[in-house]
């Protein structure tokens, strides 16, 4: 036998539109995971995209907790995609294990979202997001979906509602159940405030930085008075009503892969003094592609 034959892709065939399913446009879901939610399991099992075309792809850091997450996600990859049903079993999965340590070894939320803690830990969070893209997006990637380990309910035809906007980047916004003492009883929160329209004070710290450092939001310390997506949830207005946005978050954001192959990824180093998610919408638009933001469109974190 000769030489493997050549696999040729077109990329010009490899549609990305409004309706992927009626297209069968491959989906990539994308995961960075330090601890395994049963909950999050669940609802991706609960998605309605045809799971003959996702493929997931997780990354997942070499320590105490990282390794008990692997165990469990393996577990439950093999119940699927062994013994699971035709129409369950996800086309492909591939688990990476990051080839460097996170910053600082605490994952509690309150010491995760200190602010001193704060640049070292996004830059650790960019380098394990485009280790994942880079070894995962495929020729026939239509669209990305990053979805963090933690989001734990959405609808389950996620994929489809974002996609059906057909924007580069789209993002619903991502709120928190928790018990309201006050109220006794469940309430819930906005969670996700890396979601926001610029502002000119914003801008005007920005300018006064040295080029090294980073603006964060969601901190008393440096009032951005940006306009928060969190803050722009409207009771039984229309899940579909778009804005435009200039930082995203994470925790669920779909991304046409023409704009991962264009080069937009998530910056360890301050870009415009923003890094990873927030530094990947800024490198997106330079690029040409702007952020939408879906602010009546919710899923939900994780409570500790
Ligand atoms: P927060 O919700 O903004 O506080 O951020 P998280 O700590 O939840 O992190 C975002 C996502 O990255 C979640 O899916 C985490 O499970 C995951 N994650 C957190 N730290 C690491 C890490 O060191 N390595 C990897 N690969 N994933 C991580
Ligand atoms: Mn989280």
Not at 84 to 99: N, V
Not at 218 to 238: Q, S, V
């Amino acid at each position: 036998a000769g030489p493997p034959p050549v696999t040729r892709y077109n990329l010009n065939n490899v549609t990305i539109t409004n309706d992927p399913v009626g297209n069968r446009e491959n989906v990539l879901v994308l995961t960075p995971m330090a601890r395994f939610y049963q909950e999050y399991w669940d609802n991706l099992l609960k998605l309605s995209y045809p799971h003959e075309l996702i493929t997931l792809g997780f990354i997942l850091p070499k320590t105490k907790e990282g390794n008990a997450a692997t165990i469990e996600l393996q577990k439950q990859i093999a119940k699927i995609q062994k013994h699971g049903l035709e129409k369950e079993r996800f086309k492909s999965i591939i688990i990476l294990r990051q080839d460097f340590d996170p910053p600082i070894p605490s994952q509690d939320e309150s010491e995760r979202h200190k602010m001193a803690n704060q640049k070292a830990r996004r830059a650790a969070m960019a380098k394990a997001r485009n280790s994942l893209l880079f070894t995962t997006l495929g020729p026939d990637t239509s669209w990305v979906l990053w979805l963090d380990a933690d989001i734990i309910e959405t609808p389950p035809t996620l994929i489809q509602d974002l996609a059906s906007h057909s924007k580069p980047l789209t993002v619903p916004n991502c709120f928190q159940r928790f018990y309201n003492a006050e109220k006794k009883a469940m309430d819930e929160r906005p969670y996700d405030f890396n979601n926001w329209q610029d502002s000119p004070t914003a801008q005007e710290l920005a300018s006064k930085m040295g080029k090294d450092d980073i603006l964060l939001e969601g901190y008393a310390d440096m009032a951005t008075y940006r306009a928060l997506m969190a803050y722009m949830y409207e009771a039984g207005a229309d899940i579909h009503t778009e804005v435009p946005l200039d930082g995203v978050g994470g925790t669920a954001l779909l991304v046409k892969a023409e704009v991962h192959r264009d080069g937009a990824m998530f910056p360890a180093f301050p870009f415009y003094h923003l890094i990873e998610t927030e530094g990947f919408a800024k490198m997106a638009k330079r690029l040409g592609w702007q952020a939408t933001g879906l602010p009546n469109y919710k899923v939900y974190h994780y409570n500790e």
